[in-house]
Nanobody, 116 residues
Framework: QVQLVESGGGLVQSGGSLRLSCVPS????????LAWYRQAPGKQRELVAS???????IYADSVKDRFTISRDSAKNAVDLQMNSLKPEDTAVYYC??????????WGQGTQVTVSS
């Protein structure tokens, strides 16, 4: 059973920055896809950013040029750097990891709140 441990959420003012980190219990190199999703109250969970093992990173239009997803092999983590945060970025952010060998897993979620 793979576990994903998220950290870095919190409260920040509009225009500020936060960095989320997700550490899987297995090597990040095992996963074909590492991604971050978010779910705001009353809304469906949506993809924020995805880092495939091969190919280009994918970003939601709403976060392009503000958020950056990256794999950190030294920390065995997938990070989400969030800049120029807006109140509409307020949500629970979830780490997602998928591998053809071990399946797909979700983290427990971390709250990000952006005040206006």
């Amino acid at each position: 059973q793979v576990q994903l441990v998220e950290s870095g959420g919190g409260l920040v003012q509009s225009g500020g920055s936060l960095r989320l980190s997700c550490v899987p219990s297995e090597s990040i190199f095992m996963f074909n896809t590492l991604a971050w999703y978010r779910q705001a109250p009353g809304k469906q969970r949506e993809l924020v950013a995805s880092s495939p093992r091969y190919g280009s990173r994918i970003y939601a239009d709403s976060v392009k040029d503000r958020f950056t997803i990256s794999r950190d092999s030294a920390k065995n983590a997938v990070d989400l750097q969030m800049n120029s945060l807006k109140p509409e970025d307020t949500a629970v952010y979830y780490c997602y990891a998928a591998s053809t060998s071990v399946g797909a897993y979700w983290g427990q979620g971390t709250q990000v709140t952006v005040s206006s």
